[in-house]
Nanobody, 120 residues
Framework: QVQLVESGGGLVQAGGSLRLSCAASGSIFRINLMGWYRQAPGKQRELVAH???????NYADSVKGRFTISRDNAKNTVYLQMNSLKPEDTSVYYCNAQILGSDYIVRGYWGQGTQVTVSS
């Protein structure tokens, strides 16, 4: 079994910063892609950013220059540093990881979600 546990969400004023963390635990042989998605009420879940095991990154246009994704492979943890937050960044943020298990099968896992609310 694999679990992703997120932390770091909360309420912040526009222009402020938050840092999200997501730690993976369980039967993990290797973590490939890790990423953050978000879903606002009434909207589809969208990709915010992802990072490969080699630390190549990709960002949604709406967060480029404001958000930074990083990972600590030794801790099986991915981070999302969010700066210059805007009210439109308000969403539930979900961590996702593509994990190779001890059975050599890659499976996708989701965290439980963490609320980020940006007030104007």
């Amino acid at each position: 079994q694999v679990q992703l546990v997120e932390s770091g969400g909360g309420l912040v004023q526009a222009g402020g910063s938050l840092r999200l963390s997501c730690a993976a635990s369980g039967s993990i042989f290797r973590i490939n892609l890790m990423g953050w998605y978000r879903q606002a009420p009434g909207k589809q879940r969208e990709l915010v950013a992802h990072i490969t095991s080699g630390r190549s990154t990709n960002y949604a246009d709406s967060v480029k220059g404001r958000f930074t994704i990083s990972r600590d492979n030794a801790k099986n943890t991915v981070y999302l540093q969010m700066n210059s937050l805007k009210p439109e960044d308000t969403s539930v943020y979900y961590c996702n990881a593509q994990i190779l298990g001890s059975d050599y099968i890659v499976r996708g896992y989701w965290g439980q979600g963490t609320q980020v609310t940006v007030s104007s």
